[in-house]
């Protein structure tokens, strides 16, 4: 069998702790239909790479005090699949061996680039998504809303209700299918939530894994959906 390499770039913008002994960080190529990777994933419209079936996991040691502020930005390089705008690739995640979701928020050539950001650690894999735009859209806006219901202790109520207002804006948007205005709104919850401070937002993901990066979450979900927006 062909070699199949992989180039994994990890960058924070305030860590903490940060040293490679702090932090295990494994590829494993599996069979496409490993069960690890089909039993997690979001649909039967997405699937593993049959070029690049690689599953890369990060894994910050649970003791060694690393932690980080606000966003990471992961991205996987590789030459054993050639990017092909009409090929659907994208980055995914997963928690815990939880279900995937994708996180991208940006494919390139190169062979193949693909980067995304992340306000927590776990899995990555390269999935093709052959979901439609207007589903991977909602779910994306629907965990948003989840992320904020179930972490509204954390978030400060002026804040809270800025937020609650920019999710409504783009569901407003989405519904009456201006994509322009709901690109607009994403972009203003971006703003909003990367200045807001941690007084207001929890903002720290911490290798303990006793406080929740809330910040991060949301910024996760709101740059990949704008990628999923700006490629419609």
């Known amino acids: 069998s062909s070699l199949i390499e992989v180039d994994l770039t990890v960058e924070f913008e305030n860590s903490i702790g940060l040293n490679a002994n702090n932090i295990d960080i494994t590829a494993e190529l599996l069979a496409p239909t490993d069960l690890t990777i089909t039993d997690r994933l979001p649909s039967a419209l997405t699937s593993a790479v049959s070029g690049f079936p690689v599953l890369v996991s990060i894994s910050p040691k649970a003791d060694a005090g690393f932690g980080f502020e606000g966003l990471a930005m992961v991205e996987l390089y590789t030459k054993a699949i050639h990017y092909t705008p009409t090929i659907p690739w ?34 990555f894999i390269i ?5 439609p735009s207007g589903s991977v859209i909602n779910d994306k806006v629907a965990s948003l809303s989840t992320i904020v219901n179930g972490n ?11 937020i609650d207002s920019g999710i409504n804006d783009v569901q407003s948007a989405l519904a009456v299918n201006d994509d322009d205005a709901a690109l607009a709104a994403v972009d203003s919850l971006i703003s909003l939530i990367d200045n807001a401070s941690g007084n207001e937002i929890a903002d720290v993901w911490r290798s303990s894994g006793d406080v929740v990066n809330v910040k991060g979450l949301l910024l996760t979900q709101l740059q990949t959906l704008r990628f999923s927006l700006r490629t419609l």
């Not at 494919?107 to 776990?122: D, W, Y």
């Not at 999935?127 to 979901?131: E, I, K, Q, T, V």
Request: charged share 25%; proline share 0%; aromatic share 8%.
């Open 90 to 123: 994208r980055l995914f995640t997963s928690h815990d061996g939880g279900e995937f979701e994708d996180i991208t928020t940006l494919t390139s050539s190169g062979s193949f680039r693909a980067r995304g950001s992340t306000g927590q650690f776990s899995d």
């Open 152 to 162: 509204r202790n954390k978030i400060a109520a002026l804040l809270e209700a800025a």
């Open 127 to 131: 999935l093709l998504d052959n979901r």
